[in-house]
């Protein structure tokens, strides 16, 4: 092995797979749904959009459904 390599010349192309991984969108959220997570983010150490991506795909990992019936 080399105990250094020239990539000056190498050609470089984008990642095939980086589309498919996250998508960006727009969401609003509540202060509250804001501030839970980046408390449990700094207790966690990991970043608040990680943290609410990893719950939402619990939710459809376990087929979560959520219950929109009202008191009357």
């Known amino acids: ?3 250094e390599y020239d ?3 190498m050609k470089s192309r984008k990642n095939p ?3 498919k991984l996250k998508k960006p969108v727009t969401m609003r959220l ?9 408390d449990m983010a700094e207790e966690s150490g990991v ?5 609410i991506n990893l ?8 087929h979560r459904k959520i219950d929109m019936t009202w008191n009357a």
């Open 1 to 3: 092995m080399k105990d």
């Open 7 to 9: 990539f000056s010349k």
């Open 17 to 19: 797979y980086a589309s």
């Open 30 to 38: 509540g202060e509250d749904v804001i501030s839970y997570f980046k």
């Open 47 to 51: 970043p608040y959009q990680s943290l």
């Open 55 to 62: 719950y939402l795909r619990d939710c459809v990992a376990t």
